[in-house]
């Protein structure tokens, strides 16, 4: 029993030694075969700190790994080069792999490096005939990524960020029309910067999270910014556009399944909250001679299936303004503060096509006088029907100079205004309705000298006007204001909507149109909608 005992212990530890004499012989062989395998290009390099082998189940971790690789691509290359301190890979089923192609391993771990990929293309003098490779389905069970820097470059556009990845069920079926499956994906990710992506437009975050399980997309610090001034952006464009800066606290998408997003986009709840809009348009530019669709149109216009059940803006700003045709005007300004916002469902999924567009504001003014939205687009109808409501509390009749002086040329001296209710409706033709505006001693002024003074003759012709032209007091039921506004198929839908409010409101206070749009077009397309 002792011999046998003995025997056994010496077997064993030959075994022993025979194992660890394969796995140091091994460790330089393996590294060599792995380099050898990955550089194809004469340029690429690897190189890798430590490799160990375990056999039991079978893996490998590599550690102080760093690379510089060509990436071919038909007849250009790209460039990835980086450093991990820890690469690993165990569990590995190599009875399947070897007989049915099938790789399944239980763990992969990627951990503290950063990795650069140049994304410019280089003319690949090497490409040879294509060789058709066996196809290999591959399952891991968990993935883990973590505090990788990654960086992404090309020709125009810069990529920078901090990430950290755990994916559970990762599999590569290459015979199915979506090859890659994920089970399970929760992703991290600090100080992300994206520079050019879109021409001139920047846009970054400070923390973003996203886990499948709970459908759950977190985006903290978030902004978009064009890279040029207001000044420049409006200088390089040709034709008007908007400049449009936005900042956000939080920004959350709830009920979003990221594995789903080949299928379309579905989302059940897109929150806002704290968000800062900054716009500016040069209205000295010519707009652009391309048709700009309606809110429904918009989403019919939209290539893939999209479902987003509501939209919420909490907390919120808007600082709005734009350069007058007329120079001497100045800017048109507008502010908003307590931005609250709602947006039903956004969709092309509904049986009856386009869904039903629907929004609700509220908001205040510098002055605090609060402000109420309310706009509904109809998905189903064919000249692209909305109806709208807006109410604007007490306030001083001048500080609607800020939007109607360098639009229209109207400067209100003096006055006070109990509230303004407007309702009105519209289509692709004209909009039509009433506003009701309750205010005193209106007086307007008309533009002083190039001192900032008024001359006795300037002065007459002002009391002159007010008397003759403005309705210097007004009731409810005195006179209502009439909108009426011709729609311009090259300007924006909110410019179509703003300038309809803004007819009542001259209609209201003047006995004369100082812009010339009250006469009813020849065409009677508009009474496709406002004769019902």
């Given at each position: 029993?002792?011999?046998?005992?003995?025997?056994?212990?010496?077997?064993?530890?030959?075994?022993?030694?025979?194992?660890?004499?394969?796995?140091?012989?091994?460790?330089?062989?393996?590294?060599?075969?792995?380099?050898?395998?990955?550089?194809?290009?004469?340029?690429?390099?690897?190189?890798?700190?430590?490799?160990?082998?375990?056999?039991?189940?079978?893996?490998?971790?590599?550690?102080?790994?760093?690379?510089?690789?060509?990436?071919?691509?038909d007849?250009?290359?790209?460039?990835?080069?980086?450093?991990?301190d820890?690469?690993?890979?165990?569990?590995?089923?190599?009875?399947?792999?070897?007989?049915?192609?099938?790789?399944?391993?239980?763990?992969?771990?990627?951990?503290?490096?950063?990795?650069?990929?140049?994304?410019?293309?280089?003319?690949?003098?090497?490409?040879?005939?294509?060789?058709?490779?066996?196809k290999?389905?591959?399952?891991?069970?968990?993935?883990?990524?973590?505090?990788?820097?990654?960086?992404?470059?090309?020709?125009?556009?810069d990529?920078?960020?901090?990430?950290?990845?755990?994916?559970?069920g990762?599999?590569?079926?290459?015979?199915?029309?979506?090859?890659?499956?994920?089970?399970?994906?929760k992703?991290?990710?600090?100080?992300?910067?994206?520079?050019?992506?879109?021409?001139?437009?920047?846009?970054?975050?400070?923390?973003?999270?996203?886990?499948?399980?709970?459908?759950?997309?977190?985006?903290?610090?978030?902004?978009?910014?064009?890279?040029?001034?207001?000044?420049?952006?409006?200088?390089?464009?040709?034709?008007?556009?908007?400049?449009?800066?936005?900042t956000?606290?939080?920004?959350?998408?709830?009920?979003?399944?990221?594995?789903?997003?080949?299928?379309?986009?579905?989302?059940?709840?897109?929150?806002?909250?704290?968000?800062?809009?900054?716009?500016?348009?040069?209205?000295?530019?010519?707009l652009?001679?391309?048709?700009?669709?309606?809110?429904?149109?918009?989403?019919?216009?939209?290539?893939?299936?999209?479902?987003?059940?509501?939209?919420?803006l909490?907390?919120?700003?808007l600082?709005?303004?734009?350069?007058?045709?007329?120079?001497?005007?100045?800017?048109?300004?507008?502010?908003?503060?307590?931005?609250h916002?709602?947006?039903?469902?956004?969709?092309?999924?509904?049986?009856?096509?386009?869904a039903?567009?629907?929004?609700?504001?509220?908001?205040?003014?510098?002055?605090?006088?609060?402000?109420?939205?309310?706009?509904?687009?109809?998905?189903?109808?064919?000249?692209?029907?909305?109806?709208?409501?807006?109410?604007?509390?007490?306030?001083?009749?001048?500080?609607?100079?800020?939007?109607?002086?360098?639009?229209?040329?109207?400067?209100?001296?003096?006055?006070?205004c109990?509230?303004?209710?407007?309702?009105?409706?519209?289509?692709?033709?004209?909009?039509?309705?009433?506003?009701?505006?309750?205010?005193?001693?209106?007086k307007?002024?008309?533009?002083?000298?190039?001192?900032?003074?008024?001359?006795?003759?300037?002065?007459?012709?002002?009391?002159?006007?007010?008397?003759?032209l403005?309705?210097?007091?007004?009731?409810?039921?005195?006179?209502?204001?009439?909108?009426?506004?011709?729609?311009?198929?090259?300007?924006?839908?909110?410019?179509?909507w703003?300038?309809?409010?803004?007819?009542?409101?001259?209609?209201?206070?003047?006995?004369?149109?100082?812009?010339?749009?009250?006469?009813?077009?020849?065409?009677?397309?508009?009474?496709?909608?406002?004769?019902?």
């Amino acid at each position: 029993m002792k011999i046998l005992k003995r025997i056994l212990i010496a077997l064993f530890v030959v075994f022993l030694m025979l194992w660890l004499g394969v796995a140091f012989a091994l460790e330089p062989v393996m590294k060599s075969k792995l380099q050898a395998h990955l550089c194809k290009h004469q340029s690429d390099t690897i190189y890798i700190g430590s490799l160990e082998i375990s056999f039991w189940p079978l893996g490998a971790k590599a550690t102080d790994v760093y690379f510089n690789l060509k990436i071919p691509k038909d007849t250009v290359m790209s460039t990835i080069q980086g450093n991990l301190d820890l690469a690993e890979i165990s569990g590995i089923d190599w009875k399947s792999g070897l007989k049915n192609n099938k790789w399944n391993a239980e763990n992969i771990e990627v951990k503290s490096g950063g990795i650069l990929w140049n994304t410019l293309k280089e003319k690949n003098d090497k490409e040879g005939p294509k060789v058709a490779k066996p196809k290999a389905t591959i399952f891991v069970s968990n993935v883990a990524v973590a505090d990788i820097d990654l960086q992404i470059t090309g020709a125009a556009y810069d990529v920078g960020l901090h990430t950290s990845i755990q994916i559970k069920g990762l599999a590569h079926v290459p015979t199915d029309s979506i090859p890659w499956i994920i089970a399970q994906l929760k992703l991290s990710s600090k100080d992300g910067a994206f520079s050019n992506i879109e021409k001139d437009v920047n846009f970054g975050y400070g923390q973003l999270d996203y886990d499948s399980e709970k459908r759950l997309l977190t985006v903290e610090n978030f902004e978009f910014k064009p890279e040029a001034t207001k000044e420049d952006f409006t200088q390089q464009e040709l034709y008007r556009k908007a400049y449009i800066a936005i900042t956000a606290k939080t920004i959350s998408v709830e009920g979003f399944d990221i594995m789903e997003i080949h299928n379309g986009l579905f989302i059940d709840k897109l929150s806002l909250d704290s968000t800062h809009f900054e716009i500016f348009i040069d209205l000295r530019k010519n707009l652009s001679p391309v048709v700009k669709p309606l809110p429904v149109q918009m989403v019919s216009r939209l290539t893939i299936p999209i479902n987003i059940d509501s939209i919420l803006l909490k907390n919120s700003s808007l600082d709005y303004s734009h350069q007058a045709v007329h120079e001497g005007r100045g800017l048109g300004l507008l502010y908003l503060e307590n931005l609250h916002a709602a947006i039903g469902s956004i969709s092309n999924q509904e049986e009856q096509g386009i869904a039903d567009i629907e929004l609700t504001g509220n908001a205040v003014m510098r002055n605090s006088a609060h402000v109420g939205v309310y706009l509904k687009c109809f998905g189903a109808s064919k000249h692209n029907e909305f109806v709208s409501n807006i109410s604007v509390g007490a306030l001083p009749l001048q500080d609607f100079n800020g939007i109607l002086f360098p639009t229209v040329g109207v400067k209100v001296r003096s006055g006070y205004c109990k509230g303004v209710n407007a309702h009105f409706t519209g289509n692709s033709f004209s909009t039509l309705g009433k506003l009701n505006m309750e205010y005193s001693d209106l007086k307007i002024a008309i533009p002083p000298d190039h001192k900032g003074e008024l001359s006795m003759i300037q002065k007459g012709i002002e009391a002159a006007g007010n008397l003759a032209l403005v309705n210097n007091n007004n009731s409810n039921e005195a006179k209502n204001g009439e909108i009426f506004y011709e729609h311009d198929p090259y300007e924006p839908f909110v410019g179509y909507w703003w300038k309809s409010i803004q007819s009542g409101l001259l209609d209201a206070m003047l006995f004369v149109d100082p812009t010339g749009n009250k006469k009813k077009p020849k065409n009677e397309k508009w009474h496709l909608f406002h004769k019902k």
